[in-house]
Structures are given as structure tokens and as C-alpha cells.
């Protein structure tokens, strides 16, 4: 399963918030979408998965354009966590991990086949949701209510995730909790992984490669030890920053922000 | 999402109902029939004056209570989740106000009385496609924009039907008002063999809409990554329960709540699940109407049956408002 972005750019409307953007998933790898507020790094993730349409360029998913193949084949093979979600009153997390095999049934089938069944209780051990199965999604705390999307998401049996900033409403024990989890899939059953994650320092530590975006356009592409450098930190965040190579990866340590001083002379450092 | 018993029960209670109200209906009446005597009647023996007051009186009637029953029920549920809102009804997309229109044209002017019912069902379809057209956006069909479009083109249609019938004379204001508030007085075959078709069709496609339903209620994004087209979804919502809503104007008039309440009261008994959401609303919409249509004829002077749901539908939606156990328009 190969996803390719060739010169992607788009965004709202008419305006455009990211430009020519070039990426190759390489499968079974963890990749993450960095940058700073307004980079684009959302706008990317809503392109590759189908949300917005390209202004220019395309996403190729095994070398076809995805918004020339049947939207039900795509959603067997790529599954979306979006940043936020409705929850309708009364679903139980049965019920809406039961919604991830949406793709593989026909319009008129009323109940699951005993296949999807086993997917969604495949999905349901997996985030470690078994005993929350009939409770109402809406009284799940916010970890437990972000495992049940990925519950509905995995139900899909996607061969790549895409997940639009999963830590954000999290403590810090759950961030790592649902990051470990995706660390778990990714490694051990293959799962190819896209993440925006507004955090450096676990962006760093959980994917094998990072995509650096300023202003729109990828600024770099590579392991997390050659994209995060105090130079880039400096030229992409604004940020004086230390970069420490650690046991648990690389760290991170902001020092000070970097002000403009001169409105059309370069920063000042 | 194996069939839960309180859904089970739900399926046998509103079924029974249903059934026990048509054969209260069929016996009650100016000329009561007993069980035993309808049941004759039924089998074409006995007294042929019984026969005819089934078969073409109370038969076809509550036939016609059926179908506009269904197809306002089903209507105001697939609406209410296409718009994500509980005080969605039929009636909200500006179909009254099209159908209403052509329909008050027609009986203040006085021409072509014969074609009310095809007049309404015209307009009603060409009002709520335009207001589709109005909700449309470059990413596809916004909600606000639908609500306000249908308020917009509501009040515009509403001023020119009120003019109309302030400029006409008494009788002609009889005839549109009782068509304003609903009836099924004097329906009869006819319209059950024209509309009883497309309702039917328009009632199974939109009882396989349960799940694109059920997916769009976890918002659009999710949806997509789902594999379901929002903007394709809800325009086939909205077509078939404009198709519900016109058809059902077209036979009887306006008759309100029973599409806006219908709905609310069926989530109470089976939650959220649209699957069993949309088709139970038909058979509870059919049920109340048909409830309806029978106290409406057993008064001194027949009601239309748009007053006896207003009448009762009111405070029912009050109970569900504020009385009630769980409200189902909490978040809907």
C-alpha cells in the first residue's frame, strides 16, 4: 500500500494554504506532520485523506489519483481520526466501533456478517475496550473516548491511519498510553501511520520520519535526528532551542522565543 | 448491533397498536359495525350497505391515514437527522410554503380545483429543491445554510399566500383554510391508488438510509473517512423525504405535528439507531394518524384531522420538552 502526494497544494475556498507538497509514505513506517500554527500541517492530512480536493496536484493511493477510485474501496484501506468528532446521545461504544465496517457493507445489509463481528471485537481488544462496550460513548472520559475512535477506525482494517492531532485534549499519561498504543500496531502488525502532532518532542520520539512544514511549503523531510536541528527549530518555530540526543530519542529543550525586531530585514537573533 | 429486546419490544408495540387502532377505526363510525359484522362485510357477505361503507368509505380512508401516517413520520425523522436538529418537521425545508402556495392559488382564484393536489405536490418538490440549491456551497450542503434558506423562501411564499387569500371572498377562504390545517375528509381510492406507489418506494428507499444516517451523525470528516459521501447522502435524505412530505400535502393537506413529534417519541422507545429509527417512524406516524383520523370522526362535527394533531400533539411535545424521563432532544 503505497500513498504518494505529487505536487499537492490546497486549502479553503480559494485560498491556499499549502503549496507543491511532495511526499512518499514508505509502508509500515510512522510518519508525522510537524510545523508551526498555520503551517498547514492539518490542511496536508485533510488532503490526503479525502476531505478537501486538490487546488493542484494529486494523492495517489497505489499510483491512482484517490479521488478517481470508489470511496468505499479507499476506506478499506485508509482510515481517519479526525481531530474532533460528534457524538450522537445514546451510542454505545459497540455500536460506533459497529459503524467501522460502514466500507465493507452493502447497502442493503441491515446486520453485520459474522466477519465484521470479529473485526469489531478484534478492534474492541485492541484499545482495550471490551467491558466499556455498552456504555454510551458521551459518559467515556477523554482517553477512553479517543480509544473508541481508534476502536472505529481499526474496525475499518485500514492498512494506513491517518490522525489529526489524537493527543490533543489528553493528559499527559493518556498521550503516551495512545501513542504507545499506535506504536504497538504500527510495529506489530505492519499499520502504516500518519499523525499531525503539535508536540516536537513526542513527534520525535514515536516516528521514524518527520515532515517539516513552514508557511505551506514542506520545509524538510527526514528521521527526526536530521530534520530537528537548532537551525530548522530556529527558521520553522522561532525558537532558540537545544536539541539533546537521549535514551528515549531526541529532546527538545526551548530556551527563548526569537522576535522579529526590523519589519523587512531578516529576524535578529 | 444484534436486535436489542427493548428494540424488539418497541417493533411488537407499535405494531399491535397500530393494528388494534385500524380495527377500532373500521368499526367506529356514523354506522358502528360490530366484529362480527365487519368481519362479514370483510368477506363481501351479509348486509351490502355495511360491505360499502367498507370497502368504499372507511377502507380507503383509513388507507389514505396510512400512507400520509407513514410518509409524515418517516419524512420528519429523516429530516431530523439530516439537520442534526429535533425541532426539524417535514415541513422545514419551505415544502408547506410551496405546496401551500400553489394549493391557495388554485382554491382563492377558483381555476383548476381538480388539480390542487398535483399543483402542491409540484410545488412543494420545486420549494424544497430550491431551497437545496440555496444550501449548497462549493463543500457541499451546509446545514445553517438549508435551515435559513427554507425560512427564507418560507416567509417569502407565506406573504404571497396571505395576500391571496385576504383579497378573496368568504367561501374560497372556507375551502383554503380547511386544506391549511389538513383533512382527510372524502378521500377515497383515488388517491390511494396515485400516491400509494410512490410513498411505498419513497418508504423502503428511505428505511435503507438508516446507516448513511447513523455515520454522517459522527460529523462530516469522519463520514468521508468512512467511505460515505456527505453531500450524496444528503441529498438523497432530502430528496426522499421531500418526496415523503409532498406526497403526504398533496393528498391531505398540512397536517402538522405528527412529523415533528412522531420521531421524538420513537428515539425515546429505541434510542438513536436510525436503522430502526426511520422505518418505526413510519409505523408510528401511520398509528397516530390513524389515531387521529378516528377521534376526528367521532365527534358531533368531524374535525380535520391537522386540528385533532395540533390538539393533541401539542402538549405531547411539551411533555417530551420538559416532562419527560430522558428527553430525546437533549444534543439531538
Known sequence: ?269 | MIIHSRTFQAVILLILGLLLTVIVALMQGSVPLSLTELWQAFRHQGDPIRQTILYDLRLPRILIALIVGAALGMSGALLQGLLRNGLADPFVLGISAGAGLMAIALLTLGIFLAWVPVAAWVGAMVTSMLVYLLGRTANGIVIERLVLGGIAISSLFGAVQTTLLLLSNDGQIQSALNWLIGSLNGRGWAEVTTAGPYVAVALLLGSLLGRSVNVLNLGDELAIGLGVSPTRSRLLMGAVASLLAASAVSIAGLIGFVGLVVPHGVRLLVGNDYRWVLPLSAIAGAWVLTFADLLSRLGVVELPVGAVTALLGSPLFIWLLYGGRTSSLKGV
Not at chain 1, 442493503?108 to 456478517?113: I, K, R, S, V
Not at chain 1, 466477519?115 to 462496550?133: G, H
Not at chain 1, 537545544?242 to 529532546?251: C, I, K, R
Open chain 1, 1 to 269: 500500500m503505497h500513498l504518494e502526494a505529487q505536487k499537492l497544494s490546497g486549502g479553503y475556498g480559494k485560498t491556499r494554504v499549502v503549496q507543491e507538497i511532495h511526499l512518499t509514505l514508505e509502508p509500515g513506517k510512522w510518519l508525522s506532520l510537524i510545523g508551526a500554527n498555520g503551517s498547514g500541517k492539518s490542511t496536508v492530512l485533510k488532503l490526503l485523506s479525502r476531505i478537501l480536493l486538490p487546488q493542484r496536484g494529486a494523492v495517489l493511493l497505489n499510483g491512482r489519483d484517490i479521488h478517481r477510485q470508489p470511496a468505499q474501496a479507499i476506506a478499506q484501506t485508509l482510515a481517519l481520526l479526525p481531530q474532533q468528532q460528534a457524538i450522537p446521545p445514546g451510542l454505545t461504544v459497540q455500536q460506533l466501533v459497529s459503524l467501522g465496517r460502514t466500507p465493507y457493507q452493502g447497502w442493503w445489509q441491515w446486520e453485520l456478517a459474522a466477519e465484521d463481528r470479529q473485526q469489531v471485537e478484534q478492534a474492541l481488544t485492541q484499545t482495550q475496550l471490551q467491558d466499556f462496550r455498552d456504555r454510551p460513548v458521551e459518559a467515556l472520559s477523554g482517553g477512553e473516548r479517543q480509544r473508541a475512535f481508534l476502536a472505529l477506525a481499526l474496525a475499518q482494517d485500514p492498512k494506513i491511519l491517518l490522525l489529526d492531532e489524537p493527543t490533543t485534549y489528553l493528559d499527559l499519561c493518556h498521550q503516551l498510553e495512545l501513542l504507545e498504543l499506535l506504536k504497538r500496531l504500527n510495529q506489530q502488525q505492519g499499520l502504516t501511520i500518519i499523525t499531525v502532532l503539535h508536540d516536537i518532542n513526542l513527534a520525535a520520539r514515536y516516528s521514524d520520519r518527520l515532515a517539516l512544514l513552514k508557511e505551506g511549503c514542506l520545509y524538510a523531510t527526514g528521521t527526526p535526528t536530521k530534520v530537528l536541528t537548532p537551525q530548522t527549530l530556529a527558521d520553522v518555530f522561532r525558537i532558540d532551542a537545544t536539541v539533546l540526543q537521549t535514551p528515549v530519542g531526541l529532546q527538545i529543550f526551548p530556551l527563548a522565543p526569537i522576535y522579529h525586531h526590523s519589519r523587512d530585514g531578516p529576524a535578529v537573533r
